[in-house]
Every structure is written in C-alpha cells, then in structure tokens.
C-alpha cells in the first residue's frame, strides 16, 4: 500500500489538494464569540478576518489527541504506512499531540509503520512540504523515502512575511505593546521570518511598497533553483498583493509555478487580516 500522507489544518492548503493528493486533514480549533469550530471545515478563514476587523479576538487550539487518535488508528487497522506532517512544535502543541497518539496507537498494533515529521514550518511553507510529501507516497516510494525528502524540504523551506497591523502579533506576545504603538504610528512594515520554527524579527521597513520589494529581494539573497520549485504565497484576505508579489516573482525569476492560497482561520487568528508571506528553498530542489 502507498503511504498515507496525514497533516492538520495549519498547511493552509484547499480542499482541492486534500481531495488531489489523497491527503487526510485533521482540524486545530479556533474559538469564536464562544463557539468552537473546526479550522478549514466549519469555519473559514474570511470569517475570521472580518471578525477581527470588527474588533473580535479569536482565540485557537491544538488538535486533540482523540482527533488524532481516532485518525490514526483508522489507518493502523488497516495497516496502512502513515506519515503525519506537522505544523512546527514551536508555535503549537499540536506536534506532540500527534506524537503521542501514534506511540499509543502502535501500542496497540505494533506491526504500524509510521512516522511524524515536525516540520518546524507553517502555513503554506509547512503547505508545501505536506505536498512534496504527497506527490512521492503516490509515486509509491517508500515510509522513510519519503519522510526523508520532506524533511529536507521543510529543513530548507524559508519564510518571509509581513503583517498589516503590529496590534495583532502584540496580542500573540510576538512584539511589546510599545513597538506595535509607535510601529502603526509610523507606517513601520516589520518583516519577519520562521528560524528553527520560531517567528524571529528580520528587518523594518516603512511603507507597504517597499516592503513587496525587498521580500523579493530577500528571495532573491536566500533562494535557490526557483524554476524547478513551486513558490508559495498566503495572504490574510489580500488577495491583490498576493498576486502583485506573485507577478514581481515571476517576472524577476522566470518562474512558472507560484501558488497562493489564503492563510488559514488557525494561523490568521494571530497575524491578522493582511497578512503576506513567501514561502521558498534555499537549496537545490529534491
């Protein structure tokens, strides 16, 4: 049997490439106005949006490990070989409750390949990878081929994002109260990157449009073999700039193949409407 490739909902990938790939989805939680909902399948990303806008603070959670549990014991029954791509243990405990369900669940029924892969990667950078991943399992590789090159993926998959509005990463406890004050005041965009799974500051720059500028050059400094890869894109309900980057790519670099998608409720419920990130490797493609 292929392998089965398994991720949660924090790839920021459309129900098309779940349905494409064969890849089984489980959801993080986003709480809103009381309620719980299932990001990707109860709720969407643009609700979330413009509740904010309005004011409102959603809050998100991990997936459960009952989640996982009743996901990876329909597969171990089977035993069908599993792979679980996950969203970095650094922004979420959603890692390790998959983790721990798999080691439950192979207690159970020890003859169960499988493997999780903290990605150390998010939105549509840890999207990318989980699509790597896919690709090889329905190629029909092996557990480990494919564990191994998805991890080289997400060991070289760089991150580079801006955000519309400070306030939002100063509610996640990303920048002090002090810096999101005098950052919106003065029109300061920050650009940030993911380092060893963490969000980590990388530069300041004034103004919106210098800010698309410099992510392609930033690309450009960091990049690698663009025409081979597929370039990722998420946008926090901006679907315009989204696609002006993606042009400025693709004219810059000769590329084909960028992909966009909007950042999903679970990720957009701490960086906020406006939201835009670049999702690229810095090494050879494999």
Request: hydrophobic share 35%; aromatic share 8%.
């Amino acid at each position: 049997m292929n392998v089965k490739i398994i991720t949660d909902s924090a790839c920021d990938l459309s129900q098309s490439h779940y349905e494409k790939y064969n890849i089984d989805m489980v959801s993080l939680t986003v709480e809103l106005d009381n309620e719980n909902f299932e990001d990707a399948k109860t709720i969407s990303a643009k609700a979330i949006y413009d509740a904010m806008r309005a004011g409102k603070a959603p809050k998100t959670s991990q997936v459960s490990p009952q989640k996982f549990r009743e996901a990876f014991e329909s597969y171990a029954r089977r035993n069908q070989p599993c792979l679980y791509v996950a969203f970095s243990s650094e922004l979420s405990g959603t890692y390790n409750a998959g983790r721990m369900a798999m080691q439950e669940v192979k207690e159970d029924y020890p003859d169960w390949e499988a493997q999780v892969l903290d990605t150390h990667c998010a939105s549509l950078g840890h999207g990318l990878v989980v699509l790597r991943a896919a690709q090889l399992a329905n190629e029909g590789e092996s557990l480990s081929q494919v564990e191994e090159i998805a991890r080289y993926h997400a060991n070289h998959m760089e991150h580079i994002f801006t955000v519309d509005d400070l306030e939002y990463l100063y509610r996640g406890g990303r920048v002090s109260k002090t810096a999101a004050f005098v950052g919106s005041l003065l029109k300061i965009k920050p650009l940030l990157h993911v380092e060893t799974g963490k969000l980590m500051p990388l530069e300041k720059i004034r103004g919106s449009k210098r800010v698309l500028k410099r992510m392609v050059d930033v690309m450009e400094e960091r990049g690698k073999d663009f025409q081979k890869q597929t370039i990722g894109i998420s946008h926090g309900d901006d679907l315009e700039k989204a696609r002006q980057l993606a042009e400025m790519i693709k004219e810059r670099f000769e590329v084909e193949d960028v992909h966009i998608e909007m950042v999903g409720s679970a990720i957009g419920a701490h960086s906020g409407p406006g939201t835009l990130a670049l999702f690229f490797l810095n090494d050879d493609y494999q």
